[in-house]
Structure formats: structure tokens, C-alpha cells
């Protein structure tokens, strides 16, 4: 039996969402550890970094939407695969605060143009009945990239952070580029149907010969104006309040606020990842058979426990607890994200929903990593701030339970 082609876009969404996490998302916190302490810049400064990230995003968003609607996803991947391999190059060589910020610029608009959003919006076009599964999917790479936490730091203490990154732009190369070329925008381009299942037949007529309504599809104006695409938004925005702040602060919290060595901080993050594959897996046997919504709600409780575990940890148990509750919430709840707005919006104008909807999501990915640094700097560690990022993002749940789909 010949499988379904939009599968193999997916695994090549989990090859190359692998490829960000482990070289870049999972181990910006360990380039935040090393640059601290052999450069003396502040957590801060480098949570700046991390905010240049968010930013980007924001204001690229809504550019990637109409660029994925007007000329499809795989031109972007391709582009975007080159230019993160170039901002590896750029860090590489940098020598001061400033060049760290384009190294990062750089590699944020890489990985925006080859990343998780283009090939969600590929895949929402391929599948209707397994939308959530194969988002599932792409996630699966996001969480297995965790899993070369280790490596990247012992790469950073054996040959140091700049061969490490350069290393990262060559491999970035060599196994994205292969990966981009499997990019398809839609199954009619090769002469396939969504699902990879037969055409429907046409509906029956209704009494009074009329066909029933076909789905709504909203505009991107349309979709702005509906009580659950803010509601969405903004609780997707206080989920990742923890999710960025955890990938910026939690090394440097458990090596210099819980006094473990970079080697035992990055095995926590190793746990984190695989609880990560376990929800992510676990998210792919729910399929679309759950409400998507209350799952959601549910991981945001459990994003506050997780990281409230990590905050307080007086014992290596609690950083366990951390890694489970944090990494199966992240992992189930994210491929919900998109497959909530293609369910309630339809795919009319989805990659230009989607980058709107960017803007909102990057004030949590801004403010998250911000305000642990500033308050670590204040304090002295990351207490105060951990705890306040905890609870507001368990007090978006509420925001999810009121997120129903628009009539």
C-alpha cells in the first residue's frame, strides 16, 4: 500500500523542527550558561536575545502568513534552512553583545522561515481527519531534539561554544536542505486528496433540493473579529511565558540558584524533553477524538505545577516532577495549538490567521525570558520571577474553557 505523501512531509517537518530544538531552542540556555560566565554578560542581556526571538516573530508573522498562502511553504523552508545554517556561521565568530544579537536575529528568521509555522500550514492542508496526528508528528522533533541536550553541552565544555555552533551551521546544511526539497503545498499539486482517502461523492440533496451548508471558512478579518481567536491567543501567549523561560533559564537556575553542574542541568532538560515525546505521543493516540480546548486548559495547570516544581525544588525528585509535568503539557498541548485555530477557522486564510496570531503568542515568548532575567538580576536568582510566570500561565486555563468554537 503506497503511503499517504502528506506523512512524509510530516517527518520531514519532525526532521527539521529536530534540528531547531536540539541546536538551537534546547540549547540556547546552555549558550546563555557559557556566554554568562566567559563573557560576564547579564542574564538580562542574554534573555534579550531570547526576546529578539519573540520579536521577530511578531513582526514576521503576519509576512510568512501571506508569503505561505500566496506562494506556498517550500520555497520558504528552502530559504530559511540557508539563512539559519548562515547565523550559525555568525555566532561563531562574534566578539561582542551586539554580534550575539544579529547572530540571533539571524538564526530567528531562519528558523521562522524553515520552522514549526510553514510546515503547519502545509500540513493543516493535508489532512482534515488526522490534522492533529500529524501535527503530532512535527512536534515528535521539536521534543527528540531535546534529546541532544547532553551532547550540545558537552560539545560546548570539550571543543567550546564557537565550534559548536559552527559545527551546528554545517549540519543545519547537510540535513535540512534534503528535507526542504520534500515540502508539497497542498495534495492536489501531485495529484493526491486530503487524508489520502478517496474523493467524497457529492451530497445527497436535502428535502426541498437544497444542499446542506458547507463548513465556514473565515478571512482573516473575519476570524479578528471573533471572541475565540483573542481568547486563543492570548492563552497560547501565557503558555509559552514558561516554555521560553524555561529554555532560557532553567540551566543557569539549577547550576547557580539549585547548585548542580551543567552536565546534571542538561540530563533534567533531557528528562523534560522525553516526558515532551510522551505527550507528544500521547496527543497522536487522542487525535481529534478529544476537546482540544480542555486538553489545553489542562496542560496549562500543569505548565504552573511543572515550573512551580523546578522553582522550589529541594530535591532531585521535584526536578523530576518538573520534567514530567512541563514536558508532557508541552508536548500535548502544542500541536493543539494549530490544529484548535484550523478547526474553528477553516483554511480559507489559514497561514495569515496563524501569523496573526504570531503577534499575540510573541508577547509571552517576549515577556517570559525577560522577566525571569530581570528578576534574577534584582534578586539574585530566579525565584521570585519563576513563581510569578507560574501562576499566570495556570491562570490560562480559564482562557482555553472560554475559547469555544465561533457559531
Excluded at 503547519?120 to 512535527?138: G, Y
Excluded at 476537546?291 to 489542562?298: G, I, M, N, Q, S
Excluded at 490544529?339 to 486564510?349: K, P, T
Amino acid at each position: 500500500m503506497k503511503l499517504f505523501y502528506g506523512w512524509r512531509i510530516a517527518a520531514a517537518g519532525a526532521g527539521i523542527q529536530l534540528l531547531h530544538s536540539a541546536l538551537l531552542v534546547q540549547a540556547f540556555g546552555a549558550y546563555v550558561a557559557v556566554l554568562s560566565e566567559e563573557r560576564g554578560w547579564s542574564k538580562t542581556a542574554l534573555a534579550g536575545g531570547a526576546a529578539l526571538q519573540s520579536l521577530e516573530g511578531a513582526l514576521l508573522g503576519p509576512a510568512l502568513g501571506w508569503l505561505v498562502d500566496r506562494f506556498g511553504p517550500r520555497l520558504l523552508v528552502q530559504g530559511g534552512v540557508l539563512l539559519l545554517a548562515f547565523g550559525f556561521f555568525f555566532l561563531s565568530q562574534i566578539d561582542s553583545l551586539g554580534g550575539f544579537y544579529v547572530a540571533v536575529v539571524l538564526v530567528s528568521i531562519g528558523a521562522s522561515l524553515s520552522g514549526y509555522f510553514p510546515f503547519s500550514v502545509a500540513l493543516v492542508h493535508w489532512f482534515e481527519r488526522r490534522r492533529a496526528r500529524a501535527l503530532s508528528i512535527i512536534s515528535l522533533g521539536l521534543a527528540g531534539g531535546g534529546l541532544a541536550v547532553p551532547v550540545v553541552g558537552w560539545a560546548m565544555q570539550t571543543h567550546g561554544w564557537r565550534t559548536t555552533a559552527m559545527a551546528s551551521g554545517v549540519i543545519v546544511l547537510l540535513v535540512g536542505l534534503p528535507l526542504a526539497r520534500i515540502v508539497r503545498r497542498n495534495p492536489a499539486e501531485i495529484g493526491e486528496t486530503m487524508d489520502g482517502l478517496p474523493p467524497a461523492p457529492a451530497p445527497e440533496p436535502t428535502l426541498g433540493g437544497t444542499q446542506p451548508a458547507p463548513a465556514r471558512s473565515f478571512s482573516a478579518g473575519q476570524a479578528l473579529r471573533t471572541r475565540a481567536f483573542w481568547l486563543l491567543g492570548v492563552g497560547h501567549a501565557l503558555a509559552l511565558l514558561v516554555v521560553t523561560a524555561v529554555n532560557v533559564h532553567a540551566i543557569s537556575h539549577m547550576k547557580e540558584g539549585l547548585g548542580y553542574s551543567l552536565a546534571q542541568a542538561s540530563f533534567v532538560i533531557t528528562l523534560m524533553t522525553i516526558a515532551q515525546a510522551c505527550g507528544v505521543l500521547l496527543g497522536a493516540a487522542m487525535g481529534d477524538r478529544w476537546d482540544k480546548r480542555r486538553v489545553a486548559a489542562l496542560c496549562m495547570l500543569a505548565h504552573m505545577v511543572g515550573l512551580l516544581a523546578l522553582t522550589w525544588a529541594a530535591h532531585p525528585v521535584m526536578l523530576g516532577a518538573f520534567a514530567i509535568f512541563h514536558g508532557v503539557a508541552w508536548g500535548l498541548r502544542g500541536p493543539f495549538m494549530q490544529a484548535l485555530r484550523a478547526d474553528y477557522f477553516g483554511l480559507q486564510a489559514i497561514g495569515m490567521i496563524l501569523g496573526l496570531s504570531a503577534i499575540i503568542i510573541s508577547l509571552g515568548q517576549v515577556a517570559g525570558p525577560m522577566i525571569a532575567g530581570l528578576f534574577a538580576d534584582a534578586t539574585g536568582n530566579y525565584r521570585a520571577g519563576f513563581t510569578v510566570l507560574a501562576l499566570v500561565a495556570g491562570s490560562g486555563s480559564l482562557l482555553f474553557l472560554m475559547a469555544k468554537k465561533p457559531a
